[in-house]
């Protein structure tokens, strides 16, 4: 997919959010196009997960317009959306990748219900069609065929992140936001996960929105960057010239930081 | 035919916020242009800038002033100046870069490595792979190891995966990072027939080889880049 088309898929301008006098996230700017990643980086604190709620409608903001090309190439302010349409969008366009698979996964219904799922929501009906699409989709993030009828509960933590990003991808999203999502995992675990989203992406087209702490993931994943610090961007540009080329103060010590192995 | 890549002006210095701000000046003043079917060389003792130059000609170096000039599908772009997904189409598209040491990903075999800016493209899989299948076999890597992720390959293997990467697309722009560093001589070989024939298919390159063998086998010129050094660091 190449990322050339002439209209991007989210702009946003001068997004704030404040609690009460506490700057959430403040001022932000930037458009997304087709098929780019990117990352939003900082540490704990800096307003990244602020900006990745209040973008994918979890968080109204304070101030501020976010504008998404709707399937039908029309822009849209997506928090005047009625509440059919920021569903529809929710459940068929988007996905949202938690750092907690709890968080995104039915955890007491079974792997192949929980694919299915978000089929079922956009309107497919025919049992057998769901669970042979379930369990193509299962395999494509390498859980095996014959775990389709266990709960997320049985399942380790790498898998149940491996579910949840089938259950979010099955209805091919055009935009998925994603919260740290090798946060918590293993190392090792981590680098498969990483390898697994990072072809998926590149087949799938899609486009996304990666909110992490670790530089290694925004790296490997993302085309662009943004680097945060107390709720403002202070950095921003093509991944690789941010990480090789640090130029703010911040940047500069937190690509110092990272331990060589 | 159009010159394919025009410097102008270019000055770069890094500020280091974290030594109070000391600035290292790197280059003032680069200006050259690369011919489509030749070899220009950047010469220059280590720590002149040429890897500098390479990474700001490739966007992975902001630059302070000046222009990079690329023609890129029928249009000039300036890299200076140009957003990342601009810069990211010139490097699918226009400009090619082989960098001295591979960065591997996890798990992806070498094949796939290789076929990788080809199927980015929009090639189809089977014939991205044949295509790469093709370098590695000339740059004599073991068939055994083609399915393997280059992780635990020595230098020398990883160098001619990353290699048959840069080789594989028909970039008019090729940039080249002492490619041949840790090759022995049969493979130094072929990478000088690999450079013949991108100039052949009208490429232009740009390198940095400390190696004089291989130097005097490609270079139809010598850019110097002493000439565009600031006063030096320490010194």
């Known amino acids: 997919m190449t990322p050339d088309h002439d209209e991007p898929l989210l702009r946003v301008s001068g997004l704030s959010k404040f609690y009460g006098a506490r700057v959430g996230c403040e001022d932000i700017s930037f458009e997304l196009w087709p098929g780019e990643v990117l990352a939003i980086v900082g540490e704990s604190g800096s307003g990244k997960t602020t900006l990745l709620n209040c973008l994918a409608t979890r968080l109204i903001p304070s101030s501020g317009n976010v504008s998404y090309r709707m399937r039908d190439g029309e822009m849209r302010d997506i928090y005047r959306l009625s509440e059919a349409e920021r569903r529809f969008l929710m459940r068929t366009d988007w996905g949202f990748v938690h750092q907690n698979p709890a968080d995104g996964l039915r955890m007491t219904v079974s792997a192949g219900a929980n694919v299915g799922e978000r089929l079922m929501a956009v309107g497919e009906r025919n049992y057998g069609s769901i669970r042979g699409t379930a369990t193509d989709w299962l395999g494509r993030v390498e859980i095996a065929a014959d775990r389709v009828d266990d709960e997320p509960r049985a399942f380790s933590g790498g898998m149940r992140q491996r579910l949840q990003i089938a259950r979010n991808l099955v209805t091919h999203p055009r935009l998925v936001f994603m919260d740290e999502p090798t946060g918590g995992l293993d190392v090792s675990v981590q680098a498969r996960l990483l390898d697994l989203l990072r072809g998926l992406v590149a087949d799938l087209g899609l486009s996304a929105i990666v909110v992490t702490h670790d530089l290694a993931v925004a790296r490997l994943l993302s085309h662009r960057m943004m680097v945060m610090k107390d709720g403002r961007v202070i950095e921003h540009g093509l991944t690789d010239r941010v990480l090789d080329d640090p130029h703010a103060p911040y940047t500069q010590l937190l690509v110092s930081s990272i331990l060589q192995v | ?235």
Not at chain 2, 128 to 140: Q, Y
């Open chain 2, 1 to 235: 035919m159009p010159t394919p890549l025009v410097v102008s002006e270019v000055a770069k210095t890094f500020t280091m916020h974290l030594r109070d701000g000391i600035e290292l000046p790197v280059v003032d003043g680069v200006s050259f242009a690369l011919r489509a079917g030749e070899c220009a060389v950047l010469g220059g003792p280590s720590g002149a800038g040429k890897s500098s130059i390479l990474k700001m000609l490739y966007g992975n170096y902001s630059v302070d002033t000046g222009q990079i000039i690329v023609q890129h599908q029928g249009r000039l772009v300036d890299i200076a100046a140009a957003a990342p997904r601009t810069v990211l189409g010139v490097r699918r598209h226009t400009i090619g870069y082989v960098s001295q040491f591979l960065r591997t990903l996890p798990r992806l075999a070498a094949l796939d490595i290789v076929a990788e800016p080809l199927t980015a493209r929009g090639v189809a899989a089977a014939k991205a792979r044949d295509k790469a299948a093709g370098l590695l076999s000339r740059l004599n890597l073991p068939e055994k190891l083609w399915s393997l992720p280059p992780a635990t390959f020595s230098g020398g293997e990883q160098q001619r995966v990353n290699i048959a990467r840069g080789f594989i697309t028909d970039h008019p722009v090729l940039l080249l990072d002492e490619p041949t560093a840790s090759l022995d001589a049969k493979n130094r070989e072929v990478v000088i027939a690999l450079i013949a024939e991108k100039k052949q298919a009208d490429v232009a390159l740009l390198g940095i080889f400390h190696d004089a063998d291989v130097r005097e086998a490609v270079a139809d010129r010598i850019i110097d880049v002493t000439q565009f050094a600031m006063n030096r660091r320490v010194s």
